[in-house]
């Protein structure tokens, strides 16, 4: 094999690992079945999965958390080296400038592919777009602010499919406020994972600002927020199955919190983080029971 071929294989295989595959699977598979179980037809009677608009959503979608992705790992490369220092990619198997190029690149066409669906769509990636570089770049180094930013998206993502289409809006919008505070868990769980690393290089994270204890304190309140939530809208839904799902859901989600409450090693946060994409990914399947 020779020295352009392998390098060509490495920087494929570098693009394909920055992207984070598994998570744009489960990004374009919550949006899928948002828009079949949840909204079904568009706003003429026609099947939404019949509509090209729908995977031009998802598409987009899909091209700017990739591009998402890409950025975060060009500015946290030194945090990287320390935290995990065999998956470093940035400077590795990628050039710095190959990192920008191609992150501009998805961000204008996640960007034009949205306008091709609807000028709101459009709108709602560059802002999508601007936040996710505005995160890499300074929010994430804050304490709460930039694990907001990255739920807050996440759960957009959800809500964006009953917003352009106008169906089910309420519906939608519980599995949006379930994607945002999972979300949001998880990303304070990483931060206390990364927390070396973070403190290393000058960041001001939750697990940073207030200790190891104090940022365990906050999880449970945002959990308590998360269950008072989805209780208020899924009473104001008043659907049996839903009733029966999150309350099957909520034992998982039990399980869940006391492991939070007993970890105290890195290893732990780790597994916790795997745990929170398979509970969000559990929380997408009950759409097939409504």
């Not at 598409?59 to 790992?73: E, F, H, K, Q």
Request: glycine content about 6%.
């Amino acid at each position: 094999m020779s020295a352009t071929t392998k390098a060509k294989r490495l920087s494929f295989w570098s693009l394909l690992k920055i992207s984070r595959p598994l998570n744009l699977v489960i990004v374009a598979f919550a949006q899928l079945m948002t828009a079949f179980f949840l909204v079904e037809t568009t706003r003429k009677g026609l099947p939404v999965l019949q509509d090209i608009n729908l995977y031009l959503i998802i598409l987009s979608t899909v091209i700017l958390t990739a591009a998402g992705y890409m950025i975060n790992d060009y500015y946290d490369v030194k945090i990287d080296y320390v935290n995990k220092p065999d998956e470093v990619i940035i400077g590795k198997g990628m050039k710095r400038r190959v990192a920008i190029f191609l992150h501009t690149i998805l961000n204008i066409s996640g960007v034009g592919i949205g306008l091709i669906v609807s000028p709101r769509i459009a709108v709602i990636n560059f802002i999508a777009s601007f936040l996710l570089w505005l995160y890499s770049n300074s929010l994430k180094r804050l304490p709460f602010i930039g694990n907001f930013t990255v739920a807050l998206l996440t759960g957009t993502a959800i809500w964006m499919i009953g917003y352009y289409y106008q169906k089910s809006e309420l519906l939608v919008l519980t599995y949006a406020i379930f994607a945002f505070f999972i979300n949001l868990i998880r990303e304070i769980i990483k931060d206390i994972e990364d927390r070396q690393g973070d403190r290393k290089h000058g960041c001001r994270t939750l697990p940073i600002v207030f200790g190891f204890r104090n940022t365990k304190r906050i999880i449970f309140m945002i959990a308590f927020c998360f269950i008072s939530a989805i209780l208020v809208v899924t009473f104001k839904i008043n659907n049996t199955q839903l009733y029966f799902y999150f309350g099957g859901l909520s034992i998982l989600f039990f399980i869940f919190m006391y492991k939070i409450y007993m970890a105290d090693r890195k290893a732990h946060f780790t597994q916790l983080s795997i745990l929170s994409k398979m509970l969000m990914f559990t929380g997408i399947l009950s759409m097939a029971f409504l």
